[in-house]
């Protein structure tokens, strides 16, 4: 059989060198006394010498029939895919300009000066991602992204290609520490004029082994986390925003190695090790430039499992799994410190800074997140999603002895309030919940809804940036999505917060040592509006 396929796969090639070299033949067999006729795509002469597109299409049917096209697709070259992601986005808050500073009346138990003090103070929305949080509004150049995969066939064989994952704009600017930014913006706070950076979110070599009528696929480089429902990519996910369990409970990126092997055909168990940096390369301290693995006197890794499972009908997709860090994890909260005057998640040196709260202990993380398409409903135009995530650590988020530093060892450590902190500290376990509902309409091709409902609860811990109290945070999000042409999308966003602290003014400025109290002026608990105009081309 596969001599007699090699065979006609002969005939058939030497058939298409032979119409290809048709146009050289009618060149020779020209009159010498006049001229070649020239070519060009659209004229006749080029047409029949080249073959007509029905030959051209029944001589490629045949190659498939005798599989030399199927070989070819077994063998497939690097595919690059992306997108280009801009917005206009506006966030009802007090935006502060050169020459205008928002006014507040100081809280004390908070700022530590006297009661109703007028004081300039900049609004800061550390449970956002950062560029979701900027106050006023601009147009945005979100995301470029530009993917280059040797993606592995179905055959199962040894075999190896790569993925590459780059992503510039602002997005990669503001929300990675490990983000390579352009002059004038080295940190996040807003110092500097250059808005937009490179952020490598996946480069990893892929290879698979076969293990008797199955195989296993390796991935090992950084590749982007296996927990949660949201992604990195906004376009991939319901609403354009990202959410409050997306951007304080996980991880966006982790460094280390994952299998993958497909049980049957609904179930699938992908596994891995990691260092402990979530979003960062390394979980550790700034050593003369780079930054290592530990935290404390321990390497930090994590260890983590995924079960998926995929229906029959291919209309309820469920993943559960969890993550364990027997050392701790750094980032994001447990085990870190913001900086002193700001708590945004990712400021001056990041959170990898050493801190009272760097110790030692298990971190565990469950999640489970799904999406389910009804069969009641008419072409199968509705679609539920969800996502739960929790977690513990046993490390010491606020060590005993801590309130007799002083403030003025608290302001430097960023700790907040100064004063009335328990002797005895928070010591022991501490813990965080989340829970995630989604519903999506699509009315027609055109047209289609998506709503978002979030609620955080945190303990008392610094699993929130800069906390140290017990919070309860809730995210509305509704998007109006139009698929106006193929690859081609707008949304429009209208999105609502609330919480115990989910906006804080600081004071006399972001990157400035405050000269009494520990910077932070005020708190807000909301409801604070946020709309946006999103516009994706992708390729």
């Avoid at 945005?140 to 040797?150: F, G, P, R, S």
């Avoid at 992908?270 to 550790?284: E, I, K, L, P, Q």
């Amino acid at each position: 059989m596969k001599r007699r396929l090699c065979g006609k796969g002969i005939v058939w090639s030497f058939g298409l060198l032979l119409l290809s070299l048709g146009p050289l033949w009618a060149a020779d067999e020209a009159p010498s006394g006049g001229s070649t006729p020239e070519l060009s795509a659209g004229s006749a002469d080029a047409g029949s010498l080249q073959g007509s597109p029905d030959e051209l299409e029944r001589l490629q049917k045949v190659l498939e029939e005798q599989g030399i096209a199927a070989m070819q697709a077994q063998n497939p070259g690097i595919k690059m895919t992306g997108y280009v992601e801009a917005s206009y986005t506006y966030n009802l808050v007090n935006a502060p300009s050169f020459n205008q500073v928002p006014v507040i009346a100081a809280n004390p138990a908070i700022s530590g000066v006297p009661r109703g003090t007028p004081l300039p103070s900049y609004p800061d929305m550390p449970l956002r991602f950062t560029t979701d949080g900027i106050p006023g509004g601009s147009f945005n150049m979100n995301q470029i992204k530009v993917a280059l995969e040797k993606a592995l066939t179905d055959e199962n064989k040894w075999q190896a290609g790569f993925r590459t994952d780059v992503i510039f704009g602002q997005d990669a600017a503001l929300g990675e520490p490990d983000a390579v930014t352009g002059n004038g913006s080295f940190t996040n706070t807003g110092i500097g004029f250059n808005s937009s950076g490179i952020f490598l979110e996946q480069a990893y070599v892929q290879f698979k082994v076969p293990i008797g009528d199955k195989s296993i696929e390796f991935h090992i480089g950084q590749y982007a986390s296996p927990i949660g429902l949201e992604v990195m990519e906004r376009p991939a996910n319901f609403n354009f925003s990202y959410g409050i369990l997306f951007n304080n409970f996980e991880p966006f990126t982790m460094v280390g190695g994952e299998g993958i092997y497909k049980i049957d055909d609904c179930w699938t168990t992908r596994f891995g090790v990691t260092n402990g940096g979530w979003n960062v390369s390394r979980s550790g301290y700034p050593y003369y430039g780079m930054v290592n693995n530990m935290i404390n006197s321990s390497n930090s890794y994590v260890i983590w499992n995924m079960y998926d499972y995929v229906s029959k009908d291919k209309l309820f997709l469920n993943t559960f799994g969890y993550a364990v860090a027997p050392d701790g994890v750094n980032p994001p909260g447990f085990g870190t410190s913001p900086g002193a005057s700001y708590a945004g998640a990712y400021d001056i040196g990041g959170d990898i800074v050493p801190s009272p709260y760097n110790d030692n202990g298990i971190f565990m993380e469950f999640n489970d997140f799904g999406t389910w398409i009804p069969k009641w409903v008419k072409d199968q135009k509705l679609e539920f999603a969800y996502e739960l995530v929790g977690g513990f650590s046993n490390a010491a988020v606020l060590p005993a002895g801590l309130p007799q530093m002083g403030a003025s060892t608290l302001s430097s450590l960023g700790v907040f309030p100064s004063a009335g902190l328990p002797p005895g500290g928070y010591n022991g376990s501490t813990s965080f919940f989340g829970v995630s509902i989604y519903q999506i309409y699509k009315f027609n091709k055109l047209f289609s809804m998506a709503w978002r409902e979030q609620y955080d609860h945190t303990n008392s811990n610094q699993i929130f940036s800069a906390y140290l109290f017990p919070a309860d945070i809730y995210d509305v999000t509704v998007d109006w999505r139009f698929d106006l042409a193929d690859n081609f999308m707008v949304r429009i966003e209208n999105r609502m917060d609330y919480g115990k602290g989910f906006l804080t003014y600081y004071t006399p400025a972001e990157g400035v040592a405050p000269t009494s109290g520990n910077g932070l002026a005020a708190l807000s608990n909301g409801p604070f509006w946020f709309f946006a105009l999103d516009v994706v081309y992708s390729y």
